[in-house]
C-alpha cells in the first residue's frame, strides 16, 4: 500500500504520465491563468531539467517548449486582465482573486515597476497575478511583451538548466532522483510558507488590539 501511494504522488511518475506536453500545459497555466497560482512552477521545472538529464525528456523540447509556453501564459494574462480584470477585482475577496495576492502582486508594480514582469518571474503566485495587474493597468502591449519575453526565457530556460546541470554533473543521479526531487519541492515551498509567516505576524499586533 505504501508502495502504491509513493508511486501515485512521485514526481517522477507525474512527470512520466503527462510527458512534456503536459508540464508545458502546467507551465503556461502557472505564468497567466488566474487559477494556476497554485501550480508547482520553479519544482516542475528544475524536476523537468534533472530528468531531462536522465534522458526522461528531450533537453531541447524543455527549454525551448518552456520559454514558449511561459511567454504565451504571461501574454494570455495580460489579455484576460485588460479584457475582464477589471470587472472581476471589484467582486469581494474569492478563493482565486484573494485580495492579498492581488496586493502583494500592486506592492511588486510599485517598488520595481515595469520590470514586475521580469522580477516577478521568480516569485511564486506574484508570477501568475503580474501579467493579469499589467492588463488591468493598460501596460502598453509592445512594452509588456519585449518585459513578457527576457522574463519567460530567464525563468523557464534557466531554472530547467540548473536541473540538468545538476543530473548531469551529479555520479549515477538516477539513484537520487526522488530525495532530489523532494528537496527541490520543499525548497520550492520556501517563499509561499515565509509569505504566509510574515501575513500573520504582520497581523497579530492588530488582533491583539
Known amino acids: ?20 506536453i503536459g508540464v ?14 497554485f501550480l508547482p512552477g520553479d519544482s516542475l521545472l528544475f524536476t523537468a531539467g534533472f530528468l531531462a538529464s536522465q534522458g526522461l525528456l528531450s533537453p531541447a523540447g524543455l527549454f525551448i517548449g518552456a520559454a514558449v509556453a ?5 501574454s494570455v494574462g495580460y489579455t484576460f486582465g485588460r479584457h475582464v480584470g477589471r470587472r472581476i477585482f471589484t467582486k469581494e475577496n474569492s478563493f482565486f482573486f484573494n485580495k492579498k495576492h492581488i496586493e502583494r502582486s500592486e506592492r511588486f508594480y510599485e517598488k520595481y ?6 522580477l516577478a518571474r521568480f516569485v511564486p503566485i506574484v508570477r501568475t497575478f503580474a501579467p493579469i495587474l499589467a492588463g488591468v493597468g493598460q ?6 511583451l519585449s518585459y513578457n519575453i527576457i522574463g519567460g526565457i ?7 538548466i540548473l536541473g540538468y546541470a545538476l543530473g548531469a554533473t551529479i555520479p549515477n543521479a538516477g539513484s537520487y532522483i526522488t530525495p532530489l526531487v523532494i528537496v527541490i519541492i520543499i525548497i520550492s515551498l520556501v517563499p509561499v510558507v515565509r509569505e504566509y509567516w510574515m501575513s500573520r505576524k504582520s497581523k497579530s499586533p492588530q488582533s491583539s488590539l
Open 113 to 118: 515597476g515595469k520590470k514586475t514582469i521580469i
Open 139 to 144: 501596460m502598453k502591449y509592445r512594452t509588456f
Open 154 to 160: 530567464l525563468w523557464s530556460v534557466g531554472v530547467s
Open 70 to 74: 511561459a511567454i504565451l501564459g504571461d
Open 1 to 20: 500500500m505504501l508502495q502504491l501511494i509513493h508511486t501515485l504522488t512521485s514526481p517522477i511518475v507525474i512527470i512520466k504520465a503527462v510527458g512534456l
Open 24 to 37: 508545458l500545459f502546467i507551465i503556461f497555466a502557472e505564468s497567466g491563468l488566474f487559477f494556476g497560482f
